[in-house]
């Protein structure tokens, strides 16, 4: 017995290692020498959110949101980590991918199984043609110990382990991606409520200076020195403004159930007092070069860890082409009583091993090496596209910036020039020099002009955010888990470790 098992474990030794299957190469990706945006000329009065890269400039890493310095959104963030459920949801599957792993080891190891069984035979006195000499009941009496070993020679679980750790990494990167996108949309609809408190405050202050254009227009009315037409005019143009100021309390409070959402918290649970949107002060964001993305972006990253995945699947299916070897051993004890049952000569075993090669199939294994191969190369177009989608994220949301910036410059300029001509207007309209109408007209200038500066810059904190979150947020590729490796050749994204 001992013989036979060194024989079957040395033949293991000299083929286990043999692969079949391509070896994994990281597929390349159009890359730019730098982003396009990166190359305009930067006004630091109107710009100023991209900046070169120096070693003491560290892009803010994993809390990015507070380069903004508001503490409510830091808290709300905060909570967001610890309390979203599409987060839990997100880490489940992490830990079921997890899981899987050991599934797959599972596999390079023997399986052992042991059991025991007592019977009473009692056969039949009349059987045909058999002569019963003993017509009493007998005894079946057994404990065998069962061991049985697939010889990886082609690889085929060894790649399945492979293929399971880069699944994990991909799942991992996935987490990643989900968590960055809740927070970018946290800080999305947090930006997007204090814009709604800055409106709010402008129209408050606008209901109040046409509620004294309207007590403008009755005296001058009931001196005679205007119709009631302005009185008539002033007070829709008041009663206009009121319907748009309460107005926009709903717009608010969908922001806060949707940030009450986020945080894993009852709409009715959470009251966010309101604020100036002015307090959020993005800092400038630290230049890199478009190869840079790749390591920064976790859906990249998840894209190449699938490409690795199924990489690995072409060699499972290749393997399907060769021999499968098997090795089972049994062992244990027989006897008729339970007297005899444990002594020597009730010892049983065998040991041998089982080859098996698909002969005919129909072309089921060359389909399944042609579809795993088709999956192979739809998950490098999909990791292809998804770096391409990352670098127009980036290019989008530079030139977002840099129009906005010179954008809210002329911004200011009109405001400044329209409340100047409403000044100017209404002088005139006290004089007698001019009708209503013009002072309804610069009125409403002026505010179309106020909201659209308030709008401009919720604009420009909003690409501020998609800009980090097109960058990866501060994640990198470092952060993929520790996995343990068999030694298989490898891309550029494996870490090396124990699990």
Known sequence: MRHAWGGVAAFGFLLGGCMVGPDYVTPAVPVTPKFKEATRPVDPKTDGTWVRAIPSDAFERGKWWEAFGDPELDRLEDQLGDA????????????????LIRLARASEFPSVSAGASAASIKESAHQPYVLQTNPQPLGDFEMPVDLNYE????????????????????????????????????????????????????????????AHALDLTLKRQSGGLAPESDVEQARAQLDTIKVQDTDVGVTRAQFEHAIAVLIGEPPAALNIPPAPLGQLKPRAVPGMLPSELLQRRPDIAAAERRVAEA??????????????????????????TPANWFVWPSLLWSVGTTLSQPIFDGGAIRAQSDAVRAAYTENVASYRQTTLSAFQDVEDNLSTLRILGREAKQ??????????????????????????????????????????EVD????????????????????????????????????????????
Not at 466 to 474: E, M, N
Not at 492 to 499: L, R
């Open 456 to 499: 401009i810059q919720r604009r420009r904190m909003e690409a501020n955010v998609r800009l980090i979150k097109a960058l990866g947020g501060g994640w990198d590729v470092g952060q993929l888990p520790v996995l343990a490796s068999s030694g298989l050749p490898r891309g550029a994204f494996v870490p090396v470790g124990q699990q």
């Open 84 to 99: 979203n459920q599409n987060l839990r949801e997100a880490e489940a599957r992490f830990a079921q991918s997890r899981a």
């Open 311 to 336: 990489n690995q699947q072409i060699g499972i299916a290749d393997a399907a082409f060769y021999p499968n070897v098997n090795l089972a051993a049994l062992a244990g004890f027989q006897g008729t």
């Open 151 to 210: 010889i990886d020679f082609w690889g085929r679980i060894r790649r399945g382990v492979e293929a399971a750790r880069e699944e994990s990494q991909a799942t991992a990167a996935d987490l990643s991606t989900a968590s960055l996108s809740l927070h970018a949309e946290l800080a999305l609809d947090y930006i997007d409520l204090r814009a709604q408190d800055a409106q709010q405050r402008l129209l408050d202050q606008t209901v109040k200076a046409y």
């Open 411 to 452: 911004q200011r300029d009109a405001v400044i020039a329209a409340n100047q001509a409403l000044k100017t207007f209404t002088t005139l309209y006290i004089g007698g020099e001019v009708a209503y109408l013009q002072v309804i007209t610069a009125q409403t200038t002026a505010l179309s002009n106020e909201v659209n």
